[in-house]
């Protein structure tokens, strides 16, 4: 240890955000604070300063924010992101000669104790401070400095000058800096904008968007979608792989191996004659017609999102002028997929294992950057589980230094770590298994884990009600009211969620087989000709629901989930609220499709700013009901054949100074 490092006495540790040490950037979205803790402490009882610095990328200069004492010597400080980008952030705190002190000049000064010396100390503290202050401050110090020491200044005016603010205010700026201890770490924090907070997605494939049965949709018929998109209140339509589908091995109807001659093929088999990952299905339209959809779109308030899959077929041009990228076996033939017993012959995977992967890594970057030129900046990427982590940190970290606004959402249905893994390097937005997620206490648990813990720092959750590849076995046994269910849950425990139509809408229940949660005639090997006017269909309280989400800023992000106690499994009850309290949701549903539920909620008042002293009313936005509710406790009864949820914008009354009548807190929705 240097001689210099010895003199300083101050330990900074327990730095939070700070994911795994410091390796991997926090997540925050533009306007945020952020908020930073650590513990700051030293040897003895002097006292303490310290200072949250932070900066831009780009930026040189430091800015810096005091941080304040709670207990236990944990120190907290924040400050707000203003553009998107990645921002930097440490801590430097150290003895507080100055402040400690002014601490002592004021127990003496109490006592009645001579403090003649004492004031001697205090000028010498500021002329010190003084030398390393700019011009304009280092004249305010040396006067005062001058007020202390001179004996023609009474002592009581000399302390009087000691102990004010503005002297400890201007002395705090530069008391602490000689022998202050820096943190050896310079922090992260990834900013987004919003839609990387609160987006709601609607998947549709284009070629079932013809009006006439038989016909193949183009790009035309999906902007003739849009106001129905748009209808149900979504902000992202997300399109399945729009490039030209292989021949070689093609898929049939319901997966099955060999494809009659009418059989358009899975759109994730991407590559044939007509082109590869750069290229459109020719059957969809031109790439003007895609640059026409994406304008119409932007009209109606909705971002188009492409789907990325780094994998071809056996006749993607990557195949021929690119064979070092795949791998061979024994006999030159090119490796396909497989999931034994399960052979995907049909699809050749990338061998990111090449020698020559540097080129393979600027390719797949390629891609990506030309259908941002089209005008696309969401993707949603399958399968980034099958693929190197290192890959996606370059690949994301090099986009988002181009293109901030960009946003990935990993479509990555695997292990937990894994799943967290990839959203720690760079994954903006990533599915969950809230599709798999049924009792009261899986939900409770895993949004608990969600939210309410350090992995709230680096992974934005999606939930998803259905896939073109899940429809899990609540949905096909449940009828209707499981899909309102899901709907409501989806929306409300997650800012960020999607579901797959026309399917979902109307609520397409039937599986391939028992035990399956592969649809019948699944969309992803044929076209279908949905009627998304048909009786039935639960497009209306799908709008009514995003319109609420809209309306109500606690659904707006994931952080404030609270969870409530209901004395019934199959009642499930949670919370949302604004920082500030001025707009509160509470939803109760039935988890339970089939019977009617009732129980008593636990309402956990405090955090919702509501008085067990006073009653308050619960305005059921899905039914418009009105209650009054009184403390903590309430009745509440669902009946699924009905309405299986509530969602209540909680309404509390205040007493005006004025007048000794009582009023509800905020409009109304």
Known sequence: MEAAEGSKRVVIEAVQPEIDGGRFPAKRIVGETVVVEADVFADGQDALSAVLLYRRHDDSQWSEVPMEPLVNDRWRGAFRVLETGRYFYTISAGVDRFKSWRRDLGKKIAAEQNVSVDLLVGASLLEEASRQASSADAGMLQTWATALSSRSNPETAAAEVALSDEVADLVGRYSARALATSYPKELEIVVDREKARFSAWYEMFPRSCARKPGRHGTFADCERRLPYVASMGFDVLYLPPIHPIGRTYRKGSNNVE??????????????????????????????????????????????????????????????????????????????????????????????????????????????????????????????????????????????????????????????????????????????????????????????????????????????????????????????????????????????????YGPAFELCENRPREPGSEEYLNSEKYEIKNWDVDAPGSLKDLIARVNRIRRDNPALHSDWSLRFHEVDNEQLICYSKQTEDLSNVVLVAVNLDPHHTQSGWVNVDLEPLGLDSREPYQVHDLLGDGRYLWHGATNYIELNPHVVPAHIFRVLRRVRTERDSDYHMQGPLP
Not at 296 to 301: C, D, L, M, V
Not at 319 to 325: D, L, T
């Open 258 to 499: 060999t494809a009659g001659p009418n059989d358009p093929g899975s759109p994730w088999a991407i590559g044939a004659e007509e082109g590869g990952h750069k290229a459109i299905h020719p059957q969809l339209g031109t790439l003007d017609d895609l640059r026409q959809l994406i304008s119409s779109a932007r009209q109606y308030g909705i971002e188009v999102a492409l789907d990325l899959a780094f994998h071809c077929t056996p006749d993607h041009p990557y195949v021929v002028a690119h064979p070092e990228w795949f791998r061979h076996r024994p006999d030159g033939s090119v490796q396909y997929a497989e999931n034994p017993p399960k052979k995907y012959q049909d699809i050749y995977p990338l061998d990111f294992e090449t020698e020559n992967w540097q080129e393979l890594w600027e390719e797949m970057k390629s891609i990506v950057i030309y259908w941002i030129e089209q005008g696309i900046r969401i993707f949603r990427v399958d399968n980034p589980h099958t693929k190197p982590f290192e890959f996606w940190e370059w690949l994301i970290h090099n986009i988002k230094r181009m293109y901030p606004e960009v946003i990935f959402l990993s479509e990555a249905f695997t292990r937990p770590k894994v799943m967290y893994r990839l959203a720690k390097l760079g994954f903006t937005q990533s599915y969950t298994y809230f599709a798999w997620r049924n009792t009261k206490w899986e939900l409770t648990q895993y949004f608990t884990e969600l939210t309410q813990t350090d992995v709230r720092e680096f992974f934005r959750p999606s939930l998803w009600t259905n896939t073109p590849d899940i429809l899990t076995e609540y949905l096909q046994v449940g009828g209707r009211p499981a899909f309102i269910t899901r709907l409501v849950m989806a929306a409300t425990l997650g800012a960020n969620y999607g579901i």
